[in-house]
């Protein structure tokens, strides 16, 4: 299917585990971003990408790892789970610079940290 | 750094009438793009109209309108004829590209305004 997924859409894990959070899309654009979602917060930028290879931190980038060997990929990676991870994370992607270029969205995970 | 700014945590609105979100931003560079978000209870993330800092009109897409002023750094969301269909959360985000600031052509959201429309 077209468009951008996250995988999975629901996931509970325990305090101390790795998490990976998946993000695919098939339109080749250059920029990807991840991000949280937390009452009272809005959604905060975590990491961004703006190529394979090329990746930065966001405004809340600890205890999270991202990579991007190919253009398609980006997962989020929780190296050590912890309570305060619990939230509903994010992926978009668009196309390369330009301030009026329009970010398309996953349709989120939905992470508990117990 | 950029920053949005949304004050009003949740809206209530009478269908059929018009409602303004505010949203205020702030940024050094000259160039940037302002959006609005719509989330619906699903979850789901709709892009819904966008407004260039070089724009010289105000943006519209149907029965939403984009009130931008530069010099007081807003870009207030109007809805107008309000549905029941419109009840949801409302981000503002802003794109920097960042030549001069660094912004890296990030994508910053404000906290969202909460809208209910009612009979």
């Known amino acids: 299917d077209a468009g951008i997924t996250q995988s999975p859409r629901y996931k509970i894990t325990e305090t101390g585990r790795q998490v990976t959070l998946m993000c695919h899309q098939t339109w080749s654009h250059s920029y990807m971003f991840w991000y949280r979602q937390d009452l009272g917060h809005g959604l905060r930028l975590i990491y961004y990408?703006?190529?394979?290879?090329?990746?930065d931190k966001g405004e809340v980038p600890d205890g999270y790892v991202v990579s991007r060997s190919k253009t398609e990929n980006f997962p989020l990676t929780l190296e050590s789970a912890t309570r305060s991870q619990t939230s509903v994370y994010f992926c978009?992607?668009?196309?390369?610079?330009?301030?009026?270029?329009?970010?398309?969205f996953g349709q989120g995970t939905r992470l508990t940290v117990v | 750094a950029q920053k949005i700014t949304q004050t009003q945590p949740g809206m209530f609105v009478q269908e059929k009438e018009a409602v303004t979100l505010d949203c205020t931003y702030d940024t050094s560079d000259p160039s940037y793009g302002l959006f609005w978000y719509k989330q619906p209870s699903s979850g789901e993330m709709i892009f819904l109209i966008y407004q260039g800092s070089y724009d010289q009109q105000n943006a519209t897409e149907g029965r939403y309108s984009l009130n931008f002023q530069k010099a007081r750094k807003s870009a207030n969301l109007v809805i107008s004829a309000s549905q029941l269909g419109d009840s949801a959360m409302y981000f503002c985000?802003?794109?920097?590209?960042?030549?001069?600031?660094?912004?890296?052509?990030?994508?910053?959201f404000g906290t969202g305004t909460q809208l209910k429309v009612e009979l």
């Open positions: 978009a992607s668009s196309e390369s610079v330009g301030v009026g270029t329009e970010a398309f």
């Open positions: 985000a802003m794109r920097v590209v960042g030549v001069l600031t660094g912004g890296g052509n990030k994508l910053t």
């Open positions: 990408s703006a190529a394979a290879d090329i990746t």
